[in-house]
């Protein structure tokens, strides 16, 4: 159960603020339905870059960029009509091996940047990684891998 101020805070994210910003060229008629492709090792933000890219303002900045790239495409949409079709299945994945120095490197990465001494951002990620798989002691990541197809008209 939401409550009204509240439901606002939660559904002002990245697909709200793209069906916000294609609404303003498709008066109010565009219906937008938000899901992830195959998105593998992806990040939403330019670790490069040094502005503030977290909250509303970067859901609403994210939106309008996915906006204009829609707006792009819009004369290569197709027309769909039902069935929509869902599968789900899970998987297996095999982790990659991580040895004993990398774990050891990995934690004093992250010890380092406890102690308040900054460690470049993918190092922090890949040290994650590292303890993250380490962790599973060879047990594969089992995920669910889901499919959903539209049929064109």
Excluded: Y
């Excluded at 793209?18 to 899901?35: C, G, I, R």
């Excluded at 290569?76 to 490197?105: C, D, H, K, Q, Y």
């Amino acid at each position: 159960m939401l409550i009204r101020g509240q439901s606002l805070q939660i559904l002002r994210n990245l697909p709200f603020a793209l069906s916000e910003s294609l609404k303003q060229f498709h008066n109010n008629d565009a219906v937008t339905l938000n899901v992830s492709g195959a998105v593998g090792d992806i990040n939403h933000i330019d670790v490069h870059w040094g502005h503030r890219q977290k909250g509303h303002e970067n859901a609403a900045r994210m939106g309008m960029i996915l906006a204009g790239e829609v707006l792009s495409q819009w004369s290569e949409l197709i027309s769909v009509a039902g069935p929509l079709i869902a599968r789900s299945e899970m998987v297996n994945l095999a982790l990659p091996s991580v040895n004993a120095e990398e774990v050891e490197t990995s934690k004093n990465i992250i010890q380092t940047t406890r102690d308040n001494t900054r460690a470049k951002f993918m190092k922090l990620v890949q040290a994650h990684k590292v303890l993250d798989v380490a962790a599973r002691n060879g047990k594969p990541l089992e995920v669910e891998v889901q499919v959903i197809t539209l049929e064109p008209v």
